[in-house]
């Protein structure tokens, strides 16, 4: 399309366009009556092979719904040299000509007027909602009008830029700003996660901070810089300077903690998303955090906790939410418990136990095996009224969407504080299904006996970032792997960013793994 706008939409402007295309965004678009709904229910489907889904487009010469996935309105567009559809979803106006989303300022105009009358209709329209779509007609997003200086850059810069399987768009450095690596592989990790990308590139939050101390805010600017296709290393001065006034805990120039960076940013994140979440219609949040916000949606889960009294086997249970899940390991002073190798689950993740080395299976198979309290933690039963000696057992009632994995390396005690380096090998592919509620009852002592539904894909993850610790607990230093492609890795050390093999990152030491849920990933 040339930079004066798309030539071919003259030739749709004629008689009464104005008047059609309003029905059109009134009738199949955004249906702002209860009537018009039903009627794009029962109307809008494709004409050749009947599925209401697929992207559908409607022709704007005639009436003829079409797939755009499918390319049965492309086909109608060359049959009938019918040039111009739009979007029933998004509003959209395609020109098969140009091959691509045109922008017309009459056209606009319609389409905002239209969704404005439809606001109305369904009682939802507010002074703020003006700015931008309500959830529930059309998709949450600021309306984008070139500048003048975009629209001069645009003319200087014909050729677009394609996302290919070499590209190094998103991968950026970013400069160590004193002892602050910590912070820099988190930054690495949380630009890399596929559904937190997505809301930030596309315009998604909606800041009702009165002063500039939005993290959030401050996080898609980062995004912004990270997926511009600048290879310089990235200052990230003003994102520190945010965290320590949010999370004072963590300002000064010492080093920190990764984990601990982790949580706190999710955190401040989290209050700081709230605003995102005040046009859901009241739909209850799906996720043991009761919220809305990017945050939960992406990275909380739900874990289930049973106590057992060995008296009555009366069942107290509890399910708390969580953002990561912390494993011990063998080596450190929390005993670990014996594992015997074949026939414990190991091979549902692809683990093996080489040279009698510790998988990730085996440290979550310790975390949800039935603890005995003893007697020196009774708890009040509610079936014999009495204090008694009980079992307790963590089971995950809801899997977050991305999974963080945090291996305990660090040991603080009374008389210890040192680091723990013993290998823990982890896989490319991670099924949860065993240490799900729902699978407690295949699981005895500990020992996970495989019932694991094949099919279940619901539970299954794809590992995308490991954080890594080198050094000794006093001094050390922090490096990242993230996964820019299917299977294509990247070392992100400060400012210097690296091609790693998928062996480098096995065969890293690990502190941090960050899994996603594998039917939600399109890469």
Known sequence: MSPAGCSHVNGYKVDNWKQNLRVIYQCFVWSGTAETRRRKAKSCICHICGAH?????????????????????????????????????????????????IYDKEMEQIAKEEQRKAWKLQG???????????????????????????????????????????????????????????????????????????????????????????????????????????????????LLHLVWTHAKHLAGYEQQDAH??????????HRHCKGDTTHDNGKKANNPNHCNCIIDQIFTGGLQSDVTCQV????????????????????????????????DGSAVNGESHLSGSTTLTDCLRRFTRPEHLGSSAKIKCGGCHSYQESTKQLTMKKLPIVACFHLKRFEHSAKLRRKITTYVSFPLELDMTPFMASSKESRMNGQYQQTVDVLNNDNKYALFAVVNHQGTLESGHYTSFIRQHKDQWFKCDDAIITKATIKDVLDSEGYLLFYHKQFLEYE
């Not at 601990?260 to 994140?269: K, P, Q, Y």
Request: glycine share 6%.
């Open 53 to 101: 889904l697929n992207r559908l487009h409607s022709c704007l010469y005639c009436v003829f719904f079409g797939c755009f996935s499918k390319k049965h309105i492309h086909d109608h567009a060359k049959n009938k040299r019918h040039n111009l559809a739009v979007d029933l979803l998004y509003g959209g106006i395609y020109c098969f000509v140009c091959q691509d989303y």
């Open 124 to 238: 939802m329209l507010t002074d703020r909602s003006l700015d931008y779509y309500v959830s529930g007609i059309g998709e949450k997003y600021t309306t984008w009008e070139p500048t003048k200086r975009e629209l001069e850059l645009l003319r200087h810069n014909p050729k677009r830029r394609k996302i290919t399987t070499n590209c190094t768009i998103g991968l950026r450095g970013l400069i160590n700003l004193g002892n602050t690596c910590f912070m820099n592989c988190i930054v690495q990790a949380l630009t890399h996660t596929p559904l937190l990308r997505d809301f930030f590139l596309s315009d998604r939050h909606k800041c009702e901070m009165q002063s500039n101390s939005c993290l959030v805010c401050e996080m898609s600017q980062l995004f912004q810089e990270f997926y511009s296709g600048h290879r310089s290393p990235h200052i990230p001065f003003r």
């Open 260 to 269: 601990e960076f982790l949580i706190a940013a999710l955190d401040v994140l």
């Open 312 to 343: 009555c086997t009366g069942v107290s249970t509890t399910i708390d939410p969580f953002w990561d899940i912390s494993l011990d390991l063998p080596g450190s002073s929390t005993p670990f418990w014996p594992l015997s190798p074949g026939g």
